[in-house]
């Protein structure tokens, strides 16, 4: 069964390159297991998931113990600084930093550790009250005063983009996420790359693949619905 969905997603990102001119393999297929068992993640991993996305840190800490060590967990969930301890080194990236004081966190909590922490800055590219992200007229001046920090190291952007049924009606959010990507590589900021845009769930992955997402987060397409409304 999840074997099956991956095959139709890993196959959908194959027609969307193959559309758009990009190579399959500058796409990254994020299987977000958030509030799966960890059965589906071994299932998953023996299908050749290496990629899991968990929106809890509580959660992402227990399954990494009990995953095979080459597992590479990502943080997609809002993140509160007073966890961001347990979090790091067992993470690969953290998509979500959204704010000053939290980037301040995973310095200290980097730097204690010994290690740099890759982070992608969280845009509310669609200005939806509701969702979590800072606004593009931010994301700039946020990106520079992180990119001061020596134990945190900026590799992208990542975006929610809201929820449609016509896939289409995202296209334009994924499109500005590309392009505020491309006004902050040109100013060149050290300690600063706009490799890895993370877009696209499981309702507009394809036109966010169409559309430049080096990496796609998808849960429900995979592993079915979740019985929670987070
Ligand atoms: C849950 C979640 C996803 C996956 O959503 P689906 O619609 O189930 O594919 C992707 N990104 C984030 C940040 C999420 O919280």
């Known amino acids: 069964m999840i074997k099956d969905n991956l095959e139709v997603i890993r ?23 958030k ?6 993640l071994r299932e998953a ?10 929106n809890r840190v ?3 800490v227990e399954k990494y ?40 966190t995973i310095q200290k909590e980097s730097a204690k550790a010994g290690v740099v922490t890759d982070v992608l800055i969280e845009v509310n590219i669609a200005g939806e009250e509701t969702k979590f992200g800072c606004t593009k007229d931010d994301a700039i001046s946020l990106v520079k005063e992180i990119s001061e920090f020596n134990n945190v190291r900026i590799r992208g952007l990542m975006t ?9 009606e995202n296209r334009q959010h994924f499109v500005a996420l590309r392009q505020l990507g491309i006004d902050i590589e040109s100013q060149n900021i050290d ?17 966010a693949v169409e559309e430049g997402a ?17």
């Not at 929610?160 to 289409?168: L, Q, S």
Request: aromatic share 8%; glycine share 8%; hydrophobic share 35%.
């Open 160 to 168: 929610i983009a809201p929820y449609v049924e016509n896939d289409e």
């Open 35 to 40: 509030f799966k068992p960890i059965e589906d």
């Open 45 to 54: 991993y023996e299908a050749g998931v290496r990629d899991f996305g968990e």
């Open 11 to 33: 196959q959908g990102i194959v027609d969307s390159c193959n559309k758009s001119g990009r190579d399959t393999k500058d796409v990254t297929l994020i299987a977000v297991s």
């Open 58 to 60: 509580q959660e992402l």
């Open 214 to 230: 080096t990496m796609v987060r998808v849960g429900t397409a995979i592993f079915g619905e979740r019985n929670t409304n987070l």
């Open 65 to 104: 113990d009990l995953m095979p060590r080459d597992t590479r967990f990502h943080m997609i969930g809002h993140l509160q600084k007073n966890k961001v301890k347990y979090l790091i080194g067992k993470t690969v990236l953290i998509h979500s930093v959204d704010n000053l004081e939290l980037a301040k």
């Open 191 to 207: 300690n600063v790359s706009m490799e890895i845009f993370s877009m696209g769930m499981t309702c507009d992955y394809k036109v």
